[in-house]
């Protein structure tokens, strides 16, 4: 979450918008994203729960918060400020601090990163009275300087897919590695180069 927050701030910044970011843990001495997000141009307003109505211009505005189970504390302040949250799951399903905050303050609107997770969540975000025209599909950011282009060589193979995440059972379709398996047994121009994060549960494959 650290670094597609990152990167969607980035790319706000380099979209000319204005771009201010309240953390709600400490700062880190060995995290990079603060100096890398105030190089990009983002203000960083370093306070606690309890304080965060002294951050200039926050009442009233849009506030977006990625996963962040720190908004327990946060968020009944910045309602009661009149902020209207876009909440961005990390997860395919509602953790319970979502529960303890939502089913009592609501958020405005609703970030899903792809149609898998939509499907998932929506039920439960109708249940908490968050409309349908107020939940959106909007793919993860990433930064490609970030990310640079290497090619390597395909052993002949015509196209190469891969998947990218952490290794946690919900980050994955439940028949991602059959599926995974049926294409290699039926397309033998198909390979399946590089999943990061996988672990035993790729054992069988």
């Avoid at 998932?120 to 640079?148: R, S």
């Avoid at 952490?166 to 599926?179: L, T």
Wanted: glycine content about 4%.
């Amino acid at each position: 979450a650290n670094v597609e927050a990152g990167d969607t701030a980035i790319l706000f910044r380099r979209m000319g918008i204005d771009v201010h970011i309240i953390p709600t843990w400490t700062e880190a001495k060995e995290n990079p994203w603060p100096e890398r997000l105030r190089q990009a141009g983002c203000k960083i307003h370093v306070t606690q729960p309890e304080a965060i109505d002294s951050v200039p211009g926050l009442a009233g505005s849009i506030v977006v918060s990625f996963c962040n189970s720190n908004l327990n504390a946060a968020w009944p302040r910045l309602k009661a400020m009149g902020c209207r949250l876009v909440w961005s799951p990390c997860m395919n399903y509602a953790q319970r601090f979502e529960e303890h905050v939502f089913s009592r303050w609501p958020p405005a609107a609703v970030h899903f990163q792809s149609e898998y997770q939509r499907k998932q969540l929506e039920t439960q975000y109708a249940l908490w009275q968050v409309p349908a025209d107020k939940m959106h599909v909007i793919c993860g950011a990433f930064d490609l300087f970030n990310h640079p282009f290497q090619p390597t060589p395909r052993d002949g193979r015509q196209f190469t897919i891969g998947r990218l995440t952490r290794a946690h059972p919900q980050k994955y379709h439940e028949q991602f590695w059959p599926m995974l398996k049926a294409v290699a047994e039926g397309c033998p121009d198909i390979a399946v180069k590089i999943l990061q994060s996988w672990d035993d549960v790729a054992a069988d494959y």
